[in-house]
């Protein structure tokens, strides 16, 4: 007699097993990203010895030799040059830093009325934050309140009135023009250039005229050629007694210069949409901005975000560039205090222009983060 076979069906799923001992932990990672193939060694080896060579004189001159507490620049000279530290061992002038740091974040703005781009600094924070979050609720009025109600809030604290003493935007200067300049640079860049890319590639001759005329003119230019003819030759143009304020010469021809790059990328985005897209919005009847808003352009932005956030860490860089219509932004106002006598030291321009750079380094590699994060986010239709 023949035992009969009952099937097993497994009522539960089976628990979760540990990964490999081979496959996790830091030895796992070394493997793949520093000696997966001879080429990796040999990189891995050069970049070693790189740091090796460059490291520790970097660090001499950060941390350890450098000069943290003073009042002029005796603290910061050695002592061929009048100082008190030791010929061949100076460092940074941090005390340099320390002495200016208010003057490189508001420039020459009234010290009793600072309060208020800290404030709007702080109005600035709260509304980014929950716009950077993907899950954050009311995303509309997020929006709203950060690209309208806050540069309207912005203008007259800045600026002055409703019983706030009126500011001269001359006195403006250091990391708050730098930021001003960038997010309104940012915040136009981008709609206008989406405007561009869809002009660009019009039906319309006449449309399509303009715009590449407009793209190909700004891109054969350089951003200083924009703003001095914004600050210069402009005004040349107005009829007798009409004028515009520096600051917004600068915003205008740095939002203008951004957008002809800004169009040719979301042009690259546009031309990469499958036709079928297309063709598929067609078919359900939609309207030609119905068609771009609801289906192309959320497919287009997303595809070429490295892009839109190249352009903007170049337009962020690229704000330094107003020092030469005479606006002091991060950089033109560490320049500026440079030729203080009082601070007069071979260290204090190399302390100066790196903490500049450090700066510039942290909000640039701060966006290119978080574009990383954006892609990883939306990448959910061209996974394998």
Same mark, same amino acid.
Not at 94 to 109: C, D, L, N, S, T
Not at 124 to 133: C, T
Not at 187 to 209: C, D, F, H, Q
């Given at each position: 007699?023949?035992?009969?076979?009952?099937?097993?069906?497994?009522?539960?799923?089976?628990?979760?097993?540990?990964?490999?001992?081979?496959?996790?932990?830091?030895?796992?990672?070394?493997?793949?990203?520093?000696?997966?193939?001879?080429? $990796? *060694?040999?990189?891995?080896?050069?970049? +070693?010895?790189?740091?090796?060579? *460059?490291?520790?004189?970097?660090? &001499?001159?950060?941390? !350890?030799?450098?000069?943290?507490?003073?009042?002029?620049?005796?603290?910061?000279?050695?002592?061929?040059?009048?100082?008190?530290?030791? &010929?061949?061992?100076?460092?940074?002038?941090?005390?340099?830093?320390?002495?200016?740091?208010?003057?490189?974040? !508001? =420039?020459?703005?009234?010290?009793?009325?600072?309060?208020?781009?800290?404030? *709007?600094?702080?109005?600035?924070?709260?509304?980014?934050?929950?716009?950077?979050?993907?899950?954050?609720?009311?995303?509309?009025?997020?929006?709203?309140?950060?690209?309208? *109600?806050?540069?309207?809030?912005?203008?007259? #604290?800045?600026?002055?009135?409703?019983?706030?003493?009126?500011?001269?935007?001359?006195?403006?200067?250091?990391?708050?023009?730098?930021? +001003?300049?960038?997010?309104?640079?940012?915040?136009?860049?981008?709609?206008?250039?989406?405007?561009?890319?869809?002009?660009?590639?019009?039906?319309? @001759?006449?449309?399509?005229?303009?715009?590449?005329?407009?793209?190909?003119?700004?891109?054969? +230019? @350089?951003?200083?050629?924009?703003?001095?003819?914004?600050?210069?030759? #402009?005004?040349? !143009?107005? @009829? $007798?007694?009409?004028?515009?304020?520096?600051?917004?010469?600068?915003?205008?021809?740095?939002?203008?210069?951004?957008?002809?790059?800004?169009?040719?990328?979301?042009?690259?985005?546009?031309?990469?949409? @499958?036709?079928?897209?297309?063709?598929?919005? $067609?078919? #359900? =009847?939609?309207?030609?901005?119905?068609?771009?808003?609801?289906?192309?352009?959320?497919?287009?932005?997303?595809?070429?975000?490295?892009?839109?956030?190249?352009?903007?860490?170049?337009?962020?860089? &690229?704000?330094?560039?107003?020092?030469? +219509?005479?606006? !002091? $932004?991060?950089? =033109?106002?560490?320049?500026?205090?440079?030729?203080?006598?009082?601070?007069?030291?071979?260290?204090?321009?190399?302390?100066?222009?790196?903490?500049?750079?450090?700066?510039?380094?942290?909000?640039?590699?701060?966006?290119?983060?978080?574009?990383?994060?954006?892609?990883? %986010?939306?990448?959910?239709? %061209?996974?394998?």
């Amino acid at each position: 007699m023949m035992a009969v076979i009952k099937p097993y069906v497994r009522s539960e799923m089976a628990p979760a097993m540990p990964a490999p001992s081979t496959a996790v932990g830091v030895a796992h990672w070394v493997r793949q990203n520093l000696l997966a193939t001879p080429k $990796d *060694v040999i990189m891995t080896i050069v970049a +070693i010895a790189a740091l090796a060579y *460059v490291l520790p004189g970097l660090l &001499d001159w950060l941390l !350890f030799n450098a000069t943290w507490t003073g009042s002029d620049r005796t603290a910061c000279a050695t002592v061929s040059a009048g100082g008190v530290v030791p &010929d061949g061992q100076a460092g940074a002038c941090w005390p340099f830093v320390q002495a200016k740091f208010e003057q490189f974040i !508001f =420039g020459r703005y009234p010290i009793e009325e600072r309060w208020r781009p800290i404030l *709007v600094g702080l109005l600035f924070v709260v509304l980014l934050i929950p716009m950077l979050i993907p899950k954050a609720p009311y995303k509309g009025w997020n929006a709203l309140a950060l690209f309208i *109600v806050l540069p309207l809030i912005s203008f007259f #604290l800045l600026t002055g009135g409703f019983g706030l003493e009126h500011v001269e935007t001359p006195l403006w200067g250091g990391l708050m023009v730098t930021l +001003i300049l960038s997010f309104f640079g940012i915040t136009v860049s981008l709609p206008i250039g989406i405007i561009l890319a869809l002009g660009r590639r019009s039906n319309m @001759p006449v449309i399509k005229m303009l715009c590449v005329l407009f793209i190909e003119v700004i891109r054969g +230019i @350089p951003l200083i050629t924009v703003l001095f003819f914004a600050s210069v030759m #402009l005004p040349l !143009f107005l @009829p $007798d007694g009409w004028t515009f304020d520096k600051l917004l010469r600068a915003l205008i021809g740095v939002s203008l210069f951004s957008s002809a790059y800004m169009a040719e990328v979301i042009r690259g985005g546009l031309q990469a949409i @499958p036709k079928g897209q297309f063709e598929g919005a $067609d078919s #359900l =009847g939609l309207s030609y901005w119905q068609k771009m808003r609801l289906i192309i352009l959320p497919q287009a932005i997303k595809l070429v975000i490295p892009g839109i956030v190249n352009t903007f860490i170049g337009l962020f860089k &690229d704000t330094s560039l107003v020092s030469i +219509i005479g606006m !002091f $932004d991060l950089l =033109g106002i560490v320049t500026l205090n440079l030729s203080d006598s009082n601070w007069a030291t071979a260290q204090t321009p190399i302390t100066g222009f790196f903490f500049a750079g450090l700066i510039f380094w942290i909000f640039c590699f701060g966006m290119s983060r978080y574009s990383q994060f954006m892609e990883r %986010h939306l990448d959910t239709g %061209h996974r394998s």
